[in-house]
């Protein structure tokens, strides 16, 4: 939604003081996952799109690396600038992997989940980009009786991105390609309330863009992610587990 609501913004001339990106989404569906599948293919369908209009020349590319694995991680993790994490709060659905993209200098934009609140904590609340609603919000707003379709119909941003992907806009050979897609989002209940993240989302992106064309202070806060991601090595994982699971807290001493 990001990629395609950026893509927007390049046409219609409101993106010229952005910086230019290159997005890397890496993943895989089990066979029967189908709307994991349909996701993997927007992505491919949005990407052949944008790859191929020269007005987001050197201002926007979507690239899908199939086979996420542990070989791939290595490549891209070193690579990244940015680590999105961004699962839904309560769902504890981020883990280790945002911490090695830390480890490599990459700034993590995320929402207040799973190991996000580890490394906001060890890097310090002004080095990462925290954003969407807290967990005690999400149930709140389940509770009070969550309306997608309104988010959709009252955010232009938003409208436009959805009705591009239900239109056919990135599938002119079938364009009810990805009704589903949007139906799950405004008709369905959107069970992990993308659509009620995704102003504070887009508010965030843009502060990374701010932050990124201010080279030195983002290689500042860059260093200072890598500085804090210490209390997550392996040196203190195993001495943890040596002293509180195998009990050898006093051979350790001894040593």
């Excluded at 954003?131 to 009252?154: C, D, H, M, W």
């Amino acid at each position: 939604l990001h990629v395609i609501t950026r893509y927007n913004a390049i046409l219609h001339g409101l993106a010229d003081e952005a910086a230019p990106r290159s997005v890397i989404f890496a993943g895989k569906a089990a066979s029967s996952y189908y709307m994991a599948k349909q996701v993997i293919r927007l992505i491919h369908d949005v990407a052949s799109v944008i790859n191929n209009d020269p007005r987001t020349k050197d201002k926007l590319k979507v690239v899908f690396v199939p086979n996420y694995g542990v070989s791939v991680a290595e490549l891209i993790m070193p690579a990244a600038d940015l680590s999105e994490q961004i699962s839904t709060a309560g769902t504890e659905a981020s883990g280790t992997g945002n911490m090695k993209f830390s480890m490599n200098g990459a700034l993590t934009i995320g929402t207040e989940d799973g190991a996000n609140i580890e490394i906001r904590d060890n890097v310090g609340a002004e080095n990462i980009f925290i954003f969407g609603n807290t967990t005690p919000q999400v149930e709140a707003i389940r509770k009070s009786g969550y309306e997608p379709k309104s988010l959709y119909l009252n955010n232009p941003m938003l409208n436009e991105t959805l009705n591009k992907i239900d239109g056919g806009y990135f599938s002119t050979t079938d364009r009810k390609r990805y009704h589903d897609v949007f139906n799950t989002l405004v008709n369905y209940g959107d069970h992990y309330l993308l659509l009620a993240d995704f102003a504070d989302y887009i508010a965030t992106q843009n502060k990374v863009d701010a932050l990124y064309l201010n080279p030195s202070e983002w290689q500042r806060k860059a260093i200072l992610n890598v500085a804090g991601m210490g209390n997550f090595s392996s040196d203190r994982t195993i001495r943890d587990y040596a002293v509180d699971t195998w009990n050898m807290g006093s051979l350790l001493k001894k040593v």
